[in-house]
């Protein structure tokens, strides 16, 4: 913009009559270089916007997961108390009088946790097997839907469970049972991923992967603040409330209309066939050349490993600092979560 002002003061200088002529290719008026400048930062802005895809649909996913991730273990921890001891141990629990309260509170809660990530973590792996053909046959855009809608039904039994205290604590596992039927937030990565590999050139693939995967860390780091400060200012209810309104707007960002999206397919075979499950299947185990199969057998192993891990480490690292001699409070343990994400991506890059 500096140059482009620069030229056309340059060019609105008076020339003198006796050098005065007409205008050539090689000599514009000053308001049609301006006007050239504009329209160029004009093109260069559409030509960005319709290069993104699913980046924002996989950071607000994130963002989502990422903000109510330390609500539900608040969440946990608090109906864990809830249905072993009375209102008033649960409140002073963190006093010294209290410390058997306080480790039977931490085991029930770390049951819990458990039992939350098998429920999420193996329907997730099984429903993302099936996806993967699902998309091959209904295109790559509807599979998008369904991990935000499984989030969607998730919040809503977060929602109960914060707004009555009527409800158990069993019921995190159904919200993480609906969440990882739908996909999960493995799902909505891998769809992301094949969206874009879909809609990309060869020569492009690579750049746009790796800021596609950008977008988790992203995510990781903007969720724990914006849920911190809700949870601060709103109370655990809205985390999850605001989690339904990410994720709705998520819905709306992939059924709207776009030009040049991947195609969908022609025919329309039945939705739900066991048959997709089987074609994943035989896909994966058939044999290839150069140990192919053995290969991609031991990256789905180490994928559910690391999966399992990270899941396992959150929890067990939520219940530590809740602990003596920590006992840190909800808002620090997000900001906590948020640079630790934002030291793994710079360290990515």
């Known amino acids: ?12 200088r008076p020339v003198p009559a ?3 002529r007409l205008p050539s290719n090689r000599s514009r008026p000053s308001s049609d270089l301006c006007a050239g400048g504009t329209m160029s930062l004009v093109s260069a802005a559409r030509r960005l916007a319709a290069s993104v895809t ?15 991730y330390t609500a539900m273990q608040s969440l ?13 141990v649960c409140s002073n629990l963190q006093l010294d009088e209290y410390s058997a309260e306080r480790d039977a509170v931490q085991d029930g809660a770390s049951y819990w946790m458990l039992y939350s990530n098998v429920a999420l973590a193996v329907p997730s792996v099984i429903s993302g097997i099936y996806l993967g053909t699902w998309s091959d046959v209904f295109g790559r855009k509807a599979p998008l839907l369904l991990p935000p ?4 039904l998730a919040a809503l039994v977060y929602m109960a469970m914060s707004a009555y205290d009527s409800v158990p604590v069993g019921f995190n596992v159904l919200a993480n049972l609906l969440a990882g039927l739908l996909g999960g937030f493995s799902s909505m990565i891998m769809c992301c991923m094949s969206y874009l590999s879909a809609v990309t050139v060869t020569r492009q693939r690579t750049t746009r992967v790796s800021l596609l995967e950008s977008m988790s860390f992203l995510g990781g780091f903007i969720g724990p603040f914006v849920g911190s400060a809700i949870f601060e200012g709103a109370g655990r209810t809205w985390n999850f409330t605001a989690l ?4 709705s707007a998520i819905v709306l960002y992939v059924v709207m209309p776009r030009a040049g999206g991947a195609a969908a397919a022609a ?6 066939s066991l048959r997709y499950l089987w074609d994943a299947l035989r896909v994966a185990f058939k044999p290839r050349a150069d140990s192919g199969r ?7 192993v180490v994928a559910f490993i690391i999966m399992i891990n990270t899941f396992g480490e959150n929890d067990v690292t939520y219940l530590y600092v809740k602990d003596a001699p920590i006992f840190l409070d909800d808002a620090l343990y997000d900001t906590y979560f948020s640079v630790k994400h934002a030291l793994s991506a710079g360290v990515l890059i």
């Open 244 to 247: 339904v309104i990410v994720n």
């Open 294 to 300: 053995r290969y991609i057998l031991m990256l789905l």
């Open 1 to 12: 913009m500096c140059f482009i002002s620069s030229v056309c003061w340059v060019c609105s």
């Open 76 to 88: 946990v921890y608090a109906k864990t108390c809830q249905g072993l001891f009375s209102p008033t």
């Open 54 to 68: 699913v980046e924002p649909v996989l950071l607000l996913f994130m963002v989502g997961s990422y903000m109510q």
């Open 149 to 152: 809608l499984g989030q969607v």
């Open 18 to 20: 006796r050098r005065r």
């Open 267 to 272: 025919s329309r075979p039945p939705v739900f």
